[in-house]
């Protein structure tokens, strides 16, 4: 079984609908992220936690809320989902650092592939 | 300037070829650095982490320049399942938090 799970795969949805992307590890790591990926501009970071009661702006959070409801689970809300938001969605996970100058390697799910209309 | 830099490629080679990536850098505060490898549509995976001292894995070498702010991966000998999206990943300056490069693409070719 796969360690860094995602749901659902494929989201086909329209403009202002909410829709909830959801996360589980069973990896046991207090970091969890969500990252979105868009052809030319690479990964950026959305969300970030670094464990349950903790959670933080990534660089594009605007449109975007999340919910870190365990360790092992961590969902990305669109409230009212537009077309621009139409990307490949990655959920990720790290092992907390004792040094916060280094960071450990991520970890990511299979992503999911969202797409409003 | 991006945190991150990478050439996009495409570099296309033939098998048993040796090719280099060069990423740059802004964050010279950085003590951490990766190369992900990312197959088309699917989620990136770790290749290697990049040491000071820089580092070895079988066909796969990394360098770290930290006068220059930059870091490099070479693949020796390529084959036809090195053909990928490698990511070039760095500390941010800004935060506690991880940014990866936009990647460049190889493609070898028999």
């Known amino acids: 079984d796969a360690d860094v799970t995602q749901t659902p795969r494929n989201r086909i949805t329209k403009t202002g609908k909410r829709i909830m992307l959801e996360c589980s590890q069973t990896?046991?790591?207090?970091?969890m992220y969500w990252y979105r990926q868009d052809p030319g501009l690479g990964l950026r970071l959305i969300y970030y936690s670094f464990d349950v009661k903790d959670i933080n702006k990534g660089e594009i959070s605007d449109g975007y809320s999340v919910s870190r409801q365990a360790q092992a689970k961590f969902s990305l809300s669109l409230e009212s989902a537009i077309p621009n938001q139409t990307a490949l969605y990655f959920c990720?996970?790290?092992?907390?650092?004792?040094?916060?100058?280094?960071?450990?390697?991520?970890?990511f799910g299979p992503g999911t592939r969202l797409t409003v209309l | 300037r991006k945190e991150v830099e990478q050439d996009p490629g495409p570099f296309n080679v033939p098998e048993g070829a040796t090719v280099a990536f060069n990423c740059t850098y802004s964050n010279s505060a950085s003590q951490s650095f990766f190369w992900y490898r990312q197959d088309c549509r699917k989620e990136p995976k770790l290749l290697m982490s990049?040491?000071?001292s820089g580092n070895e894995d079988g066909r796969f070498t990394a360098q770290l320049n930290r006068a220059s702010q930059y870091i490099s991966l070479l693949i020796r000998d390529s084959k036809l399942s090195d053909s990928a999206t490698y990511l070039c990943?760095?500390?941010?300056?800004?935060?506690?938090?991880?940014?990866f490069g936009a990647g460049t693409i190889l493609r070898v070719k028999s």
């Open positions: 990896k046991g790591h207090d970091r």
């Open positions: 990720a996970t790290s092992e907390k650092t004792m040094d916060s100058t280094y960071y450990n390697e991520q970890f």
């Open positions: 990049v040491y000071s």
């Open positions: 990943v760095v500390m941010g300056e800004y935060g506690n938090k991880l940014v």
